[in-house]
């Protein structure tokens, strides 16, 4: 499993980006921006999510959760 489908999976388990947002204590922009693929996660982002998992996602897993898209560039499905 790579790490952002680990992070998606604890997501789902909690009810979706808003939910998990609000229980991991980061702002859901921030939170939907990471799921699809506009950011990546940085140590400290790493730690403050593990930290609001209370320990469930290991912080040496979300920080190999790199941004795989550039802001504005547009999903094969919003293309078409």
Known sequence: MNP???LNEYIDLCGGIPATAERLGVP???L????NGYRGISPGMAERISIGSNGV?????LVWIRATKKEGEASDAEAA
């Open 28 to 30: 859901y922009s921030t």
């Open 32 to 35: 939907c921006s990471i799921c």
């Open 4 to 6: 952002r489908d680990y």
């Open 57 to 61: 996602l290991d912080r040496n897993k």
